[in-house]
């Protein structure tokens, strides 16, 4: 993609008054501020309206930059050199010297770290002297957004600038896993469970529903469109959008679909954006078919899972 350096300008202008901006990322757009300053971090908990004890995840341009912030090891070298930049956030271990602001982290010693892949953000961050706080740019439990209308519809004037990317090319957030001791998914996402354990060269175990909150994307309430959600349904009520993985040869004016021949990549990068237009079309509730639960499709499930306890 062509990068806007008038736009970055004027992005980092912002960032650098500790405001908060809209970013582009391959997953979703990001909410993002200074990762160093309170006031920024504060700023992104009151916009979401996300509940304090839920941490940010950290954006930064390479490892060199977070040599200051965490403690590295062996599986994240593993893990950096094969997937990032890309879709994979990082727990590791907040060193005492860190700057991170402690609003960010909700004064753990602990912290989310990613490398995002989209050009025009990689950009913006060679270019800023602080790695960005950047959660998903939307309210706290609902959709989150895959382009910049998306973010202008959820919050319209109360975030200063929206730096444009484009269309996210994977649509569905991050893979979370935490790296500190022994390996554990803690959110699936843009990474399938399969292609890490192959660097790691061990089965890892898969914790995406815990007790205590220790990542983002970690409520049991998320990525709601605002209406109920029918899980597994095999056929809709009056007045229901029926949601497919894959085209049916018979269609109706109330079925949507995620891909045209079932491709589990492409169903997730369709995901929020199928949800969101279900709702503006005035459905009440979204009946879903049975969605392969392998690859994309444990994410797809995750999501709607959680989406449907709204």
Do not use: W
Not at 25 to 48: H, M, P, Q, W
Not at 85 to 95: A, C, H, M, N, Y
Not at 161 to 169: K, M
Request: aromatic share 8%.
């Amino acid at each position: 993609m062509k990068i806007n350096l008038a736009h970055i300008k004027k992005a980092k202008k912002y960032l650098d008054k500790n405001e908060c901006i809209a970013i582009p990322t391959e997953t979703v757009y990001g909410l993002a501020g200074n990762a160093y300053s309170d006031d920024a971090c504060r700023k992104i908990f009151r916009l979401k309206k996300r509940p304090k004890f839920n941490p940010l995840i950290v954006h930064y341009y390479n490892y060199n930059d977070l040599k200051n912030d965490c403690i590295l090891n062996k599986n994240f070298f593993k893990l950096y050199k094969k997937f990032c930049p890309g879709p994979v956030t990082f727990i590791l271990t907040l060193k005492k010297k860190s700057k991170i602001s402690k609003i960010a982290t909700n004064r753990k010693m602990a912290l989310a770290v990613r490398f995002p892949k989209h050009s025009v953000t990689r950009n913006l961050l060679k270019k800023i002297e602080f790695p960005l706080a950047a959660p998903s740019a939307n309210i706290s439990t609902q959709l989150s957004p895959v382009c910049s209308n998306d973010v202008k519809e959820d919050f319209g004037k109360k975030i200063k600038f929206v730096l444009e990317g484009g269309r996210s090319s994977i649509g569905i957030e991050s893979t979370i896993i935490d790296i500190r001791d022994k390996p554990q998914i803690l959110r699936l996402g843009g990474i399938d469970v399969i292609n890490i354990e192959k660097i790691l060269n061990k089965k890892i175990i898969v914790n995406n529903s815990p007790t205590k909150i220790s990542a983002p994307g970690q409520s049991k309430i998320h990525y709601s469109p605002g209406i109920p959600i029918r899980l597994k349904a095999k056929k809709a009520k009056n007045k229901e959008a029926f949601l497919f993985i894959n085209k049916r040869k018979k269609t109706q004016s109330n079925y949507y679909f995620l891909s045209k021949k079932g491709n589990l990549n492409e169903a997730a990068k369709n995901l929020y954006s199928t949800l969101r237009k279900i709702k503006k079309n005035k459905y009440k509730s979204i009946a879903v078919a049975k969605i392969p639960n392998k690859g994309m499709g444990k994410t797809i499930n995750d999501r709607l899972t959680r989406a449907s306890k709204f």
